[in-house]
């Protein structure tokens, strides 16, 4: 069987995704440009959304 891994990188995506939202919160928290801060905190937040979406229709792939 051989499997598919396509899953492996998309997460793999979302995680650098991730870690660049968050060195970008922690950027503009340092600068103080607040509205930024919000802008990557909820866009890192709506990653673990997607990540849980993408691992559970890979998961199921036969």
Same mark, same amino acid.
């Given at each position: 069987?051989? +499997? #598919? ?5 998309? &997460? #793999?995506?979302? &995680? ?9 919160? /922690? ?14 905190? /909820?866009?890192?937040? &709506? ?8 691992? +559970?229709?890979? +998961?199921? /792939?036969?």
């Amino acid at each position: 069987m051989k +499997r #598919s891994y396509y899953g492996v990188i998309f &997460l #793999s995506l979302v &995680l650098l995704a991730c870690i660049v939202f968050t060195q970008q919160v /922690v950027n503009a928290f340092f600068y103080e440009q607040y509205v930024k801060v919000l802008v990557f905190a /909820v866009l890192n937040i &709506l990653m673990f959304p997607l990540a849980f979406w993408i691992y +559970r229709k890979e +998961r199921n /792939v036969d």
